[in-house]
Nanobody, 127 residues
Framework: QVQLVESGGGLVQAGGSLRLSCAAS????????KGWFRQAPGKEREFVAA????????SYGDSVKGRFTVSSDNAKNTVYLERNSLKPEDTTVYYC????????????????????WGQGTQVTVPS
């Protein structure tokens, strides 16, 4: 349906900021709700943030509220995750996801709701 490629990962010091990008190709990105998840080795994939297909509604996981901001630019077929006040526990692989949906204002928080995934990008925050 749509191919997703994350970028922007890397090494950042605790307290710093980093923006992840996820570029889409294939179908019109504005017909998809988007999400960000992360997964540490040996753990389940965790919900981070989601944005509705129109970009007006957002949701966040409890561990990132107030520190992370999700946004999208459908004209550029890109969704972003701005991450501030980074902590060592934010170290993990981040994945973007997209769900084709007719719902203009809905966000999705569960992994099984998404049918398109990127390959992931590693973020490391040294302690």
């Amino acid at each position: 349906q749509v191919q997703l490629v994350e970028s922007g990962g890397g090494l950042v010091q605790a307290g710093g900021s980093l923006r992840l990008s996820c570029a889409a190709s294939g179908r019109t990105f504005s017909t998809f709700a988007k999400g960000w998840f992360r997964q540490a080795p040996g753990k389940e994939r965790e919900f981070v943030a989601a944005i509705s297909r129109g970009g007006s509604y957002t949701s966040y996981g409890d561990s990132v509220k107030g520190r992370f901001t999700v946004s999208s630019d459908n004209a550029k077929n890109t969704v972003y995750l701005e991450r501030n006040s980074l902590k060592p526990e934010d170290t993990t692989v981040y994945y973007c996801a997209a769900k084709l949906t007719p719902a203009y204002a809905r966000t999705y928080k569960r992994t099984f709701e998404y049918d398109n995934w990127g390959q992931g990008t590693q973020v490391t925050v040294p302690s």
